[in-house]
């Protein structure tokens, strides 16, 4: 938190205005401290285990956050953490998406040096990894463009800006400029890795960059996105004011940014750009079976709260929706186990990446179940949900004998008690970070669809079932049991 205090270049804009210091903000301050879980889990005793790893290019123990990952186990280690740091925070904790970055990096430029022969960019990753595993430094990843018209490639675009691109090269570095959308937890990062967004052509090469750069640079702009009932942060007090963690998203604008080669990790290397996009959006695929179903645990838990508190929680009607609920949150994550156990291997000497089929299962179901989860909580908690009167209410001293009364059930529990379950309902099931996030983050749901049209196999499954079927079918001699086609980046 010392760390990112005061700014000096960045400017960070929250509802117009300029924040100086993003901990002491009443706006910021809830996403600050849902980073520093991540931070604090390498210390706490039940998450120690788990979030921490040792790195090989450091030669000691570094937060997970930062690792890159060595086998199946780091990456079904990851899943847990992210569940458990679900519990701890109740929102998104925004570290992941950096970290995802650097794994795509390490595969990425591992792989140009394997195939191509061309170490520049692996050496120089390495030597930003060891800086940032050192320092235990707090990553944003920076994918989505802005992307102007959606049919058009970067090249092809009326604002040349659409999508972040060189637009000088220097001696000692680029100069970069355009704009990151739906950024998760920039204004409170160290560091930014920008990475590209969409399979390339030669004509989009500019584009097609990968770099990375300190927050506090002259020519960072962050636009903090605004987020449902935001302004109740503002309020201050305990119960409605969000005295525990959220996150937030926010557009990062670069204007003419520079950029030293050594921080730079992909130039124009168009033909890279698809396998990049690939690589990361699989990796934040599988994460999300972590930290959502970490987030189903608190909202199932919170149903079942208010359902003692009316004394319903033993009614079969009300059993039936809490079973419900927690199999579409095992079903997430279980998937995502499924893409962790299911790793392989990208490059000769590791490089271990997720299942792509099962990562883009994970992100469907992410991308349905939570709006279900959601609809069975709010079944359960009643209409006060969307009408219970406000924290000012409850400690006006005239209405709180009569709250108090009047928003009562089973008398073991009383009518705080119940406002601090159902707002904490609200501000989960309804969260950014448990509805709208779910569909989109990591990809929307028509990017998963076609990675698992192109990663199943309808051909093989097709053969299998003419041989049933008495057809002529010619045996494939794949031992595997699943129908699967290699993704790009198996290839
Ligand atoms: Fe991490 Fe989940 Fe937030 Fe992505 S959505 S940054 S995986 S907590």
Same mark, same amino acid.
């Given at each position: ?36 879980? =991540? ?104 994918? =989505? ?177 809490? =079973? ?104 989960? @099931?309804? @969260? ?5 996030? @779910? ?36 045996? @494939? ?15």
């Amino acid at each position: 938190m010392e760390g990112i205090k005061k700014r000096e270049h960045a400017e960070i804009f929250v509802l117009g205005k300029r924040v100086d210091d993003v901990t002491a903000h009443p706006f910021l301050k809830p996403s600050v401290k849902s980073f520093k879980a =991540t931070f604090d889990a390498a210390f706490e005793e039940d998450t120690r285990g788990l979030a921490r790893a040792y790195s090989p290019f450091v030669g000691e123990e570094v937060n997970r956050f930062v690792h890159i990952h060595q086998g199946p186990e780091d990456l079904v280690a990851k899943v847990k953490l992210l569940r458990k740091l679900s519990h701890k925070t109740g929102t998104c904790f925004q570290r992941c998406v950096g970290w995802d970055a650097l794994n795509t990096l390490y595969v990425i430029s591992g792989k140009i040096a394997e195939r191509e022969g061309r170490k520049e960019y692996l050496n120089r990753f390495i030597e930003y990894l060891k800086y940032v595993q050192r320092n235990d430094l707090a990553l944003a990843g920076a994918m =989505t463009d802005v992307k102007g018209v959606r049919t058009l490639r970067p090249s092809e675009q009326p604002n040349r800006d659409a999508y972040v691109h060189v637009v000088e090269e220097k001696a000692g570095g680029i100069v970069v400029r355009g704009a990151k959308a739906n950024i998760t937890g920039v204004a409170v990062v160290d560091e930014v890795v920008v990475m590209p967004t969409r399979a390339m052509t030669e004509r989009d090469a500019e584009y097609a960059v990968s770099f990375a750069i300190p927050l506090d640079t002259p020519g960072v702009k962050v636009v903090v996105g605004r987020q449902i009932n935001d302004g109740r942060r503002l309020e201050g007090g305990e119960i409605d004011g969000l005295p525990y963690m959220f996150n937030h998203e926010g557009l990062l604008i670069l204007e003419d940014l520079f950029v030293p080669w050594e921080r730079v990790f992909l130039y124009k290397e168009w033909r890279w750009a698809a396998q990049f996009v690939e690589v990361f959006s699989n990796y934040h695929r599988q994460g999300y079976a972590g930290c959502k179903s970490g987030l189903g645990d608190v909202i199932i838990g919170t149903a079942h709260g208010l359902a003692r508190q009316l004394g319903i929680a033993d009614k079969p009607h009300v059993q039936e929706k809490l =079973t419900e609920m927690v199999f579409l949150n095992e079903a997430i994550y279980s998937a995502g186990l499924a893409a962790s156990w299911e790793a392989r291997r990208l490059l000769k000497n590791g490089g271990w990446w997720v299942d792509p089929m099962y990562a883009n299962v994970t992100k469907h179901l992410v991308a349905r179940f939570p709006y279900e989860v959601a609809k069975l909580s709010h079944d359960i908690a009643g209409g006060l949900l969307g009408t219970a009167p406000s924290e000012a209410d409850l400690k006006n001293p005239e209405l709180r004998p009569l709250l108090e009364k009047y928003l009562q059930g089973v008398p073991e529990f009383t009518a705080e008690e119940r406002l601090r379950m159902l707002r904490l309902l609200e501000n989960t @099931s309804l @969260s950014v970070a448990y509805l709208v996030e @779910s569909v989109h983050g990591a990809g929307s749901p028509q990017a998963q669809r076609i990675s698992i049209q192109r990663v199943y196999d309808f051909q093989r499954a097709e053969a299998i079932a003419r041989r049933l079927a008495g057809l002529k079918a010619e045996a @494939s001699g794949d031992a595997r049991a699943e129908p699967r086609r290699p993704a790009e980046a198996e290839k």
